[in-house]
């Protein structure tokens, strides 16, 4: 099966909801799911763990340990970009969704994937959302 991403044309119109009510489905059919938001605007810390705030909505809601080198592994928070602007070098996005794209595509059947925001959010690091689902097609 191949994965999913998840993407609309602004923010706030359903796409946690409907990456969630897919992730619930494909579980609830005996496929072993995986989710991952890639590129996350928002995060938060619980017990020492940074991760976007989505990701660890879905590790409460399925249940799953989240690892956000798996489930969230780019955060875009306040001052990145223009620091990678300044330093790109000092930034390995790319490296770090492959790694963690072939991590879960071992583990699982289908990775849902939670695009962030609109399509151009992440493409002044050259990850928007219109672009991540090619990117992560790649081998």
Known sequence: MKNLYVAATSQHVGKT????????????KGLRTGYCKPVGQQHVTINGITADKDAVLFSEVTGFEINPDLHSPVIIGRGITKDFQDHPDHYHFEEKLLAAKKVLSEQYDIVVYEGTGHPGVGSIVNLSNAGLPKFLKQE
């Open 17 to 28: 909801t409907t990456t969630l009510g897919l992730v619930a489905n494909f579980n609830e």
